[in-house]
T-cell receptor
């Protein structure tokens, strides 16, 4: 069965330190993977997708098919990065979300 | 463009009552998706609709839940005879084309069943 696993419910990182939000998936075909973010009191929004290979707000994510991972990384955390992050993959016409990781940036 | 609108934002129902959740997609979008987020869980897909058609309802509970997206007006998610386990946040998203991962989400409706 297709599944997205985010092992950490909460991740606390000091400002300026590197961030890595883990995501592992299981999927029998060729997945399309994404990261969504929800800032406090805002809507869930698409942060980045693996096929575009772009960096958004300093975040990058590389698809590692061998390890079936799509970890989200940022070299230097900023306070405004505090939010809920969801890893997701698409299957047919739907998006399958992980349970989310709350990133808390400490001053 | 006001984005995806959902109302009400908060809904309290007693066990056995009906809950109606509304979703107005972004202007120009004709694809609507409903997700449910139970406490401590991620978002779970419920149903995908286009105007007047249910495309995929594989995530909908078999009983008491129904969804529609009429030609005119918002999409409605209806829960009949609500139970405590229905308490959750229900999110609607819309997209401009089918199978698009670029779905724009509404603010959600938090349903509390007492």
């Amino acid at each position: 069965a297709q599944r997205v696993t985010q092992p950490e419910k909460l991740l606390s990182v000091f400002k300026g330190a590197p961030v890595e939000l883990k995501c592992n998936y299981s999927y029998s075909g060729s997945p399309e993977l994404f990261w969504y973010v929800q800032y406090s009191r805002q809507r869930l929004q698409l942060l980045l997708r693996h096929i575009s290979r772009e960096s958004i707000k300093g975040f990058t994510a590389d698809l590692n098919k061998g390890e079936t991972s799509f970890h989200l990384k940022k070299p230097f955390a900023q306070e405004e990065d505090s939010a809920m992050y969801y890893c997701a993959l698409t299957r047919d016409d739907k998006i399958i979300f992980g349970k989310g990781t709350r990133l808390h940036i400490l001053p | 463009n006001a984005g995806v609108m959902q109302n009400p934002r908060h809904l309290v129902r007693r066990r056995g009552q009906e809950a109606r959740l509304r979703c107005s997609p972004m202007k120009g979008h004709s694809h609507v998706y409903w997700y449910r987020q139970l406490p401590e869980e991620g978002l779970k897909f419920m149903v995908y609709l286009q105007k007047e058609n249910i495309i995929d309802e594989s995530g909908m509970p078999k009983e008491r839940f129904s969804a529609e997206f009429p030609k005119e007006g918002p999409s409605i998610l209806r829960i009949q005879q609500v139970v405590r386990g229905d308490s959750a946040a229900y999110f609607c998203a819309s997209s401009g084309r089918d199978m698009s991962p670029e779905q724009y989400f509404g603010p959600g409706t938090r349903l509390t069943v007492t």
